[in-house]
């Protein structure tokens, strides 16, 4: 018996439960993956008992000897994984999440109720781009600063960048941020450097769902155009749970050390906005940076887009509308509405057959509430060494979800999800697609 399940059976048995669940489906939440066990015994180690408030040399607590050689290692990995010099960038890594370090480098750049111009969340930007609703201003970084979100094309599902550059006219934004949750393309972040030079406003890029695959250069790179680049670590990079925030170093003599953009983001993070650093996560983040700079992430970052062109490809056979059509990315939009379905029904057939994605609004959707579409991505099953035949197989299954859920729909009688919801009971079709799954 290990020491938890002594002690705590109950916590124990459903961590258990979960991690059978996460290993025995198909997991296609394109915000997930599975990180590696040396990732997990550092994120689970003793470190976790050891406060270290301040910045290694710098700290506010005594013992900290081997948790500044940790986070040292880490923010040299990271400038590393990412092919950075020095000289140019700096790196914070002490953010517990990717929203807390959105709200930092937010925080370290611009003044409350400046102006920020991010990817609206219905068109797959994150809530911590500025997100509000015309009713409700949603997000901190709506609450805090003013935001006049930016759009994808209703038909293309692309970026509209002569329409963000023309509000941008109008609106003079002090920040603009590319990046997003569900984009299935690449980033031009050399128009959008250009939009943000004729305003002087910064350009932040959160490269959250895609850094694994800047790290294993399947993805255009950030740096070379954004004043600050931040990511969560969790995603494609397949590290634990938490953010960085990478900040261009300073040029110019005449900026005090105080005020320049390093000293803002680590004031932003510490003290402004978080308390001690979780060194247990910063030590996981060093494992998974040191993974990302090898050979064998490089080949997964490539398989990983190769299976999402093949998934995309797959879906598309079957007729299916994938957003953009296709996708550069770890990631496929796939419109439903044209199959007369909601993305919640499908995520629900889905789950009760062990398929794990996510519904999603897809552009043009009328309300965020029913979802259009769903959201899937290739990362996690890369990491579990599936090939692109294997995503075909995937796309089958996929296709087959799609068939029970009109069937099952067409029986319901209605489009209500209480109606869908009892007339799935006890479908064979699903207990058959599971077994095979
Ligand atoms: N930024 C982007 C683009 C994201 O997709 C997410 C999470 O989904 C975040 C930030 C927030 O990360 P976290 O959930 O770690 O706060």
């Not at 959008?192 to 002087?200: L, M, N, S, T, V």
């Not at 895609?210 to 250069?217: C, D, H, K, Y």
């Not at 509430?369 to 090939?387: E, I, N, Q, W, Y």
Request: with cysteine; charged share 20%; net charge neutral.
């Amino acid at each position: 018996n290990t020491p938890l399940q002594q002690e705590d059976p109950e916590i124990y048995d459903l961590i258990q439960k979960e991690k059978y669940r996460q290993y025995s489906g198909l997991e296609l939440i394109a915000s997930e993956n599975f990180t590696s066990q040396a990732v997990m015994e550092a994120n689970g180690s003793a470190l976790t008992n050891k406060y270290s408030e301040g910045l290694p040399g710098a700290r506010y607590y005594g013992g900290n000897e081997y948790i500044d050689q940790i986070e040292n290692l880490c923010r040299d990995r990271a400038l590393a994984a990412f092919n950075l010099s020095p000289e140019e960038w700096g790196v914070n890594v002490q953010p517990y999440s990717g929203s807390t370090a959105n709200f930092a480098a937010l925080t370290a750049m611009i003044q409350p109720n400046d102006r920020l111009m991010g990817l609206d969340l219905p068109s797959g930007g994150h809530l911590t781009h500025g997100y509000q609703t015309a009713k409700k201003k949603i997000s901190a970084t709506s609450i805090f600063f003013q935001s006049m979100p930016y759009q994808v094309d209703r038909t293309t599902g692309l970026i509209d960048l002569d329409k963000l550059e023309e509000n941008a006219r109008l609106f003079r934004p002090n920040l603009i941020i590319s990046g997003a949750s569900a984009y299935p393309r690449e980033w031009d972040y050399a128009r959008f450097r250009k939009i943000a030079d004729e305003h002087g406003a910064y350009l932040m890029s959160d490269m959250a769902h895609i850094s694994g695959l800047v790290a294993g250069q399947e993805a255009e790179s950030p740096f070379k155009y954004c004043d600050i680049v931040t990511t969560t670590t969790h995603k494609t990079l397949r590290g634990p749970r938490a953010g960085l925030i990478f900040f261009r170093k300073n040029k110019d003599a005449n900026v005090p050390k105080s005020e320049t953009l390093e000293a803002r983001v680590n004031q932003a993070v510490f003290p402004s906005i978080q308390g001690g650093p979780h060194n247990n996560t910063i030590a996981g983040i060093a494992v998974a940076l040191k993974q990302a700079a090898s050979p064998e992430f490089k080949l997964y970052a490539k398989q990983v887009v190769a299976n999402s062109k093949t998934l995309a490809a797959t879906l598309i056979k079957h007729g299916y509308k994938i957003v953009t059509d296709g996708s550069d990315n770890h990631l496929i939009l796939w419109d439903l509405r044209p199959n007369k379905l909601t993305g919640s029904k499908v995520e629900r057939i889905c789950d009760m057959a062990s398929i794990t994605l996510n519904k999603n609004s897809v552009c043009g959707d009328v309300s965020a509430v029913t979802p259009g579409g769903v959201r899937v991505g290739t990362s996690a099953l890369t990491s579990r060494s599936f090939k692109e035949d294997d995503f075909v197989k995937v796309g089958e299954f996929l296709h087959r979800v799609v068939q029970i859920a009109l069937a099952v729909q067409a029986k319901a009688g209605s489009k209500m999800m209480k109606d869908f919801v009892a007339a799935l009971e006890g479908n064979e079709e699903i207990a058959q697609l599971k077994k095979e799954v």
